[in-house]
C-alpha cells in the first residue's frame, strides 16, 4: 500500500529537549516537504527537499532542521524545542503533474512542547 | 507574500449543496487543488484543476475557477454527514494553502 508514515503520532515534551520527527514514504517520490498546522493558519511550510541531499527552507524554517540522507526518509528535527512550535505536523511526499504536484500526507504527528 | 484566503466555516444541511470559496493571488499558479483533511487525519487531494479550465466535475464535486477575478470554489452536491470536514485550497508549485474551511453538515 502507497503510504507516508510519521512518527510518534503523538508528542509531549519540554523547552530545550532535542526531538525527531521521522517521515517515511514508499512511493519512490523525489519530493517531500514538512508543514505545520495551527487553527487559522492552515499549512505552512517548514522545509522541502527536492531529491536526496537536496532541501530547502520553506516558510516557517526558524527552529526547525531537516536532513535527506535517503529518498524515503526525511526526519524533522526540533534541536532546542520551544513551546512555539507546539502544533499539528505533516509530512509530505509528492510527486509532479505538469506544472503541479500530487501530495500524499501523512497522519499527522500532534506535538506538545511545555 | 501570497496569500489563499478562504472563510473559516460553513454549515448546511444534509442533501443541500454546499459551496465552498477561495481567492488566491499568484495569477502563475499553474494548478489550484482542493484537499479534505478529516478529525484526526492527513490531508487528502480531493480534486485539482488546471489553469487553463474553467470547470471541472467529477461525481458530486464541481470546482469553479475564474481567473480574472482569482477566484475559485468547489461545489458539493447532495451533501452527506460524511463530507464532515475541513477543506482546504491550495495553489501553485509552492503549495499556499488557505487556512481551511470547516464544513459541518446537520442531519
Known amino acids: 500500500e502507497a503510504q507516508v508514515t510519521q512518527n510518534p503520532r503523538y508528542l509531549i515534551t519540554v523547552t530545550g529537549k532535542k526531538l525527531t520527527v521521522t517521515c517515511s514514504q514508499n512511493m519512490n517520490h523525489e519530493y517531500m516537504s514538512w508543514y505545520r498546522q495551527d487553527p487559522g493558519l492552515g499549512l505552512r511550510q517548514i522545509y522541502y ?30 534541536e532546542s524545542p520551544s513551546p512555539n512550535q507546539t502544533s499539528l505536523y505533516f509530512c509530505a511526499s509528492s510527486y509532479a503533474i505538469g506544472g503541479g504536484w500530487e501530495q500524499f500526507f501523512g497522519p499527522g504527528t500532534r506535538l506538545t512542547v511545555l | 507574500g501570497e496569500d489563499v484566503e478562504q472563510s473559516l466555516f460553513l454549515s448546511v444541511r444534509e442533501g443541500d449543496s454546499s459551496v465552498i470559496n477561495c ?7 499553474t494548478y489550484l487543488y482542493w484537499y479534505k483533511q478529516e478529525p484526526g487525519a492527513g490531508l487528502q487531494l480531493l480534486t485539482y484543476i488546471f489553469s487553463n479550465m474553467d470547470m471541472k466535475q467529477d461525481q458530486r464535486l464541481t470546482v469553479l475557477l475564474n481567473k480574472k477575478d482569482k477566484h475559485l470554489s468547489l461545489r458539493i452536491a447532495d451533501t452527506q454527514t460524511g463530507d464532515s470536514a475541513i477543506y482546504f485550497c491550495a495553489e501553485g508549485r509552492d503549495m499556499r494553502f488557505g487556512a481551511g474551511t470547516r464544513l459541518t453538515v446537520k442531519p
Do not use: A, C, H, Q
Open chain 1, 49 to 78: 527537499s527536492m531529491n536526496v541531499e537536496v532541501t530547502d527552507k520553506g516558510d516557517v524554517p526558524e527552529g526547525y532542521k531537516v536532513s535527506r540522507k535517503e529518498k524515503r526518509n526525511f526526519p524533522l528535527i526540533l
Open chain 2, 23 to 29: 481567492t488566491y493571488t499568484d495569477s502563475s499558479s
